[in-house]
């Protein structure tokens, strides 16, 4: 079965330091990932996906995510931190039954981004 | 283009009512799954609807219950109202339903039960 750790269910950073978010999977098959971001009494938006294509995967907002298949990881990360990413992050992973790939997201934990000024 | 809309926003019930909720997908995807956002539980499916069929089921009893209409929409429907099904509900629609299409989600409805 797929599932999805997200190491840190809070993580602070100081404006214009890295950010980088941990998320690790498990699938018994290539994964369909993505990383979604959830403002306060909003929907989650798509910040970048990863269908294996590229392994470096860029996304909105200067956000990008490197899958490593030798570590089951997807991790997070953005050069320079703004205020206004400020947010709570998800992880998600497409669940797998007999025909493939399904649009059922399982999701992580969430990690609680903050970023001080 | 029109994002995901979902209605009412707010929503609050007393434990035994029933109550529909509305998922309007982005125009041209006919793909619309529902979950359940709580403090507790995180995030979780409940279903998901192509071409007015249900494709896939989440892990919930039968008193939440979907369907989709011809152009797409889709409604859920919560029958006998528990205090544990407060929660933000999200509806998100994709083109397809292949897991490798992104899915685009709606600002969600905030169920309160009292």
């Known amino acids: 079965a797929q599932s999805v750790t997200q190491l840190g269910s809070h993580v602070s950073v100081s404006e214009g330091a890295l950010v980088l978010l941990r998320c690790n999977y498990s699938?018994?098959?290539?994964?369909?990932l993505f990383w979604y971001v959830q403002y306060p009494n909003q929907g989650l938006q798509l910040l970048l996906k990863?269908?294996?294509?590229?392994?470096l995967v860029k996304g909105i907002n200067g956000f990008e995510a490197e899958f490593k298949k030798s570590e089951t990881s997807f991790h997070l990360t953005k050069p320079s931190a703004h205020m206004s990413d400020a947010a709570e992050y998800f992880c998600?992973?497409?669940?797998?039954?007999?025909?493939?790939?399904?649009?059922?997201?399982?999701f992580g934990t969430g990690t609680l981004l903050a970023v001080q000024p | 283009k029109a994002g995901v809309t979902q209605t009412p926003r707010y929503l609050i019930k007393t434990r035994g009512q029933q109550v529909t909720l509305s998922c309007s997908p982005i125009?041209?995807?006919?793909?619309v799954s529902w979950y359940q956002q709580t403090p507790g539980q995180g995030l979780q499916f409940l279903f998901e609807?192509?071409?007015?069929?249900?494709?896939n089921k989440g892990n919930f009893p039968g008193r939440f219950s979907g369907r989709q209409f011809s152009n797409s929409r889709s409604e859920m429907n919560v029958s006998t109202l528990e205090l544990g099904d407060s929660a933000l509900y999200l509806c998100?629609?994709?083109?397809?339903?292949?897991?490798?299409?992104?899915?685009?989600f709606g600002d969600g409805t905030r169920l309160s039960i009292l």
């Open positions: 699938s018994s098959v290539p994964p369909y």
């Open positions: 998600a992973v497409s669940d797998m039954n007999y025909g493939g790939a399904t649009n059922k997201l399982i």
């Open positions: 125009s041209g995807h006919r793909s």
């Open positions: 609807y192509f071409s007015e069929t249900q494709r």
């Open positions: 990863y269908t294996s294509a590229a392994t």
């Open positions: 998100a629609s994709s083109e397809g339903p292949l897991g490798n299409q992104p899915q685009h």
